[in-house]
């Protein structure tokens, strides 16, 4: 058949679909036997930075905005007070070099609770644009959601008002995809805080180790927290109101109190933000720069998948084209600290475990396509998009990376590995952006907020929202559960805290899924 005449049925059947709310296609995706032996393929695709409440707030079915509590939307301040108003967005709504800017000025005085940022009839902002980047980090998280109230993330944060925002996510194309598949809509972060620890989380399921870093030249980023390591410790001059400014801490650090790594650090290996020794190895980064961590040794899925030898591999966007031409932005501006694997020794430059699993997805994807295309895909694939089609704040918008997800779903439904083929679709973090469910409570780690995941299989449930909780290392409950991989340590923590603290069990995504056991 023509790819012209199946990108028109599949719109059609996508028109006819979409007429039917999320949540009430359950019935008709009848179970097929064969159990999850049927799954022959899984692709884990990784964007950024977006909480489930600033995309999915409004999706037919899913627990979003009109189910937010007011002791949820209205945000107090540093003092425990109800702030007034929100303060503005310090530094403006639009990301630097943008124009038109909505600045600081234009967003004052905005009743307490979310708003709109694309409305016609308030800052009109088209999704297209971006926007300004927020603190995600880990001690902020933690600060923000507050012990589950969700009620100070105005009152720690860098950006005031921003925190609020949300966008109208039915004009996005994976909207549309979540219509036809199922959407989780209680699906977290594994870790608190940003990018690099969530992307550790996805992996490894822990927190990455910094022996002797006090004595290492990392020690000046060891911060300075609370006893119980859920909370910076103040400045004196901090302002005393979210309406008077950002916070001020004693000492905001990427490493904690006992060492270990939970804000962006660098690989040990290149690509890296830390360049190498002049006229030393090439492929590696300076191990005397702070902000590079030293090689990891913890087990990771990768290891887990090699053991049981099922095939996998990781595609970086761009990966090939700043090893051979450098970084360069803003297209297509790779994020070094996306590459979880390029933190490990057992992936170091030379090693044929490198060679096999870390491949180069191309620019704006091509290499990861062409595998989709020609059926080639491993067993187990992970996607990362480059930087300036993952969606995230200050960098990238969500009109161009929503357009490149949804590409690369069109070319795995026509690839010929699809009939047999489970797809995730989640993002890393919430990019400091509001959220209304409270996380499960369970480790030191994490979860963190609640962000957006879309299950795209001929097997999952159709026109579903799927309220299981869950969270990133979901990923890794499935990818154990089909393959018959050993637990991680770090996921043997997780569900034995989650269930002591919180009562419950963390999913493995078949509550996603219409196959028979």
Known sequence: MPRSLQAALSCAGLCVLSLYPAGAGTAASAPRAGGLSEIQTVVVIYDENRSFDSLYGRFPGAEGLDQAPDSAKIQRDRDGSVLPELPPVWGGITAWGV?????????????????????KDGFNV????????????????????????????VAWTNVGAMVM?????????????AQRYTLADHFFMGGFGGSFFNHQWLICACA???????????????????ADGTALLLAANAPKSALDGPPKFKHDGDLTPDFYAVNTMQPPYQPSGSRPVKGGDPTLADPERP??????TAATIGDRLSDRKVSWAWYSGAWEDVLTHGFHSPVPDFQTHHQPFNYYKAYAPGTDARREHLRDGGLAGSAFIADIDAGRLPQVAFYKPQGNLNEHSGYADITSGDAHLADVIDHLEHSPQWPHMLVVVTYDENGGLWDHVAPPKADRWGPGSRIPAIIISPFAKKGFVDHTPYDTTSIQRFLNRRFGL?????????????????????????????LKP
């Open 208 to 226: 990455p180790y910094y022996p002797h870093a006090d004595k290492s030249p990392a020690a000046s980023l060891i911060a300075e927290a609370t």
């Open 99 to 119: 124009t038109p800017a909505v600045t600081q000025a234009m967003s004052a005085h905005l009743p307490n609770g979310p708003f709109s940022v694309d409305a």
């Open 291 to 296: 902000t590079t961590l030293v090689p990891q």
């Open 165 to 177: 925002a949300n966008w109208d996510g039915s004009r996005m194309k994976m909207w549309k995809v």
């Open 126 to 153: 088209s999704d297209g644009v971006p926007t300004t980047d927020l603190w995600h980090r880990y001690y902020q998280n933690q600060m923000q959601i507050n012990g589950g109230k969700n009620d100070q993330f």
């Open 486 to 514: 050993k637990p991680l340590p770090g996921l043997v923590v997780r569900d034995e805290s989650v269930k002591r603290r919180s009562g419950i069990a963390l999913g493995d995504l078949t509550g996603a899924l219409a």
